[in-house]
Each structure stands twice: as C-alpha cells, then as structure tokens.
C-alpha cells in the first residue's frame, strides 16, 4: 500500500509565503510524475505545478514566478514553495504522484493526498 501525506498549509498574510510538503511511502518501485493540484469550493480541480522527474516541470500560468515546485527522490518527496501569496490562492491543495508499487508484477497507479487548506488572509 501507498500513501501520500500533505504538510505545511495555514494561515498566510497576502504577500507572504508557505511550503507544502507531501511524503510518499509504502512499497514503492518508482515515482514518475509528482504534482500539486488546487480546488475552490464548486469548482474543478486545477493543476498547479507538475514535476516529471528528470527536471522537467510546468506551472499554471497563474502561479508562474510565484510558485517552485521541487523534489527529494530520496525522500520521496515533492515540495510546493509558495510566494507572494494572493486571497485566491487561499484553497485546498493537493498532492498527486504516479507511482509504480513494488508488487510482482510491478503495478502503476495514480494517488492523491488528503488535501491541505491553504488560507491567505490579513
């Protein structure tokens, strides 16, 4: 079994910052993409910032020169620092990884964190 556990959220001034965490454990054989998604109440899910592994990543235009996404393959770990934080980043956030489990035979599935509130409020 797999599990993705988010960490970091709170309560932000507008203009301020805040780094998400999400740790990846269980049988793992590898972790291909791993990334962060939002969701406003009544709307659907957004990608926010994806890293395929290898360097290669890519942002929402909406967060571009504000956002760095980045990972610990060690850990197995992806990270979300988050700057210059606006009121309409204040939503839950999420993390995503495809991850190929350490079964025989190897098994690949896409997971999801619990979800992490982000508030950004004066």
């Known amino acids: 079994q797999v599990q993705l556990v988010e960490s970091g959220g709170g309560l932000v001034q507008p203009g301020g910052s805040l780094r998400l965490s999400c740790a990846a454990s269980?049988?793992?054989?590898?972790?291909?993409?791993m990334a962060w998604y939002r969701q406003a109440p009544g709307k659907q899910r957004e990608l926010v910032a994806v890293?395929?592994?290898?360097?290669?990543?890519n942002y929402a235009d909406s967060v571009k020169g504000r956002f760095t996404i980045s990972r610990d393959n060690a850990k197995n770990t992806v990270y979300l620092q988050m700057n210059s934080l606006k009121p309409e980043d204040a939503v839950v956030y999420y993390c995503?990884?495809?991850?190929?489990?350490?079964?025989?035979?190897?098994?690949?599935?896409?997971?999801w964190g619990q979800g992490i509130q982000v508030t950004v409020s004066s």
């Open positions: 995503y990884a495809r991850i190929t489990e350490d079964t025989m035979p190897l098994a690949t599935y896409d997971y």
């Open positions: 890293d395929f592994n290898g360097g290669r990543t």
């Open positions: 269980g049988s793992i054989y590898k972790i291909d993409a």
